[in-house]
């Protein structure tokens, strides 16, 4: 099968603090993003950055929030229709087919 798939690490669903923590446990706990042992790595990101890098995170994340949501996801939703216009096999967001599979 032939396609097109376009990768992004994905987006908090909000730019609000609980939102933004859910995401960062998701991301920071996969073992591509922090390559340590998952004793260690789990230490790290529960123990330490989820108790104090959300709020901080999510501050950042509304300044550049845009009305219609992330701007990764909606620059990711846009390119991914061009894309399928201008080709004949399907084309994907991979964070889309992370949830799928996950």
């Given at each position: 099968?032939?396609?097109?798939?376009?990768?992004?690490?994905?987006?908090?669903?909000s730019?609000?603090?609980?939102?933004?923590?859910?995401?960062?446990?998701?991301?920071?706990?996969?073992?591509?993003?922090?390559?340590?042992?998952?004793?260690?790595?789990?230490?790290?990101?529960?123990?330490?950055?989820?108790?104090?890098?959300?709020?901080?995170?999510?501050?950042?994340?509304?300044?550049?929030?845009?009305?219609?949501?992330?701007?990764?996801?909606?620059?990711?939703?846009?390119?991914?229709?061009?894309?399928?216009?201008?080709?004949?096999?399907?084309?994907?967001?991979?964070d889309?087919?992370?949830?799928?599979?996950?």
């Amino acid at each position: 099968m032939k396609g097109v798939l376009l990768v992004n690490l994905g987006s908090p669903d909000s730019p609000n603090p609980p939102d933004v923590k859910t995401y960062l446990g998701e991301f920071l706990m996969d073992e591509r993003v922090i390559d340590l042992p998952k004793l260690f790595r789990t230490l790290l990101v529960k123990g330490i950055i989820l108790n104090t890098r959300p709020k901080k995170s999510a501050k950042a994340y509304k300044k550049i929030w845009w009305e219609e949501g992330s701007p990764l996801i909606v620059l990711s939703e846009r390119l991914q229709a061009k894309v399928q216009d201008k080709t004949s096999v399907p084309s994907r967001i991979g964070d889309a087919l992370w949830e799928t599979f996950h």
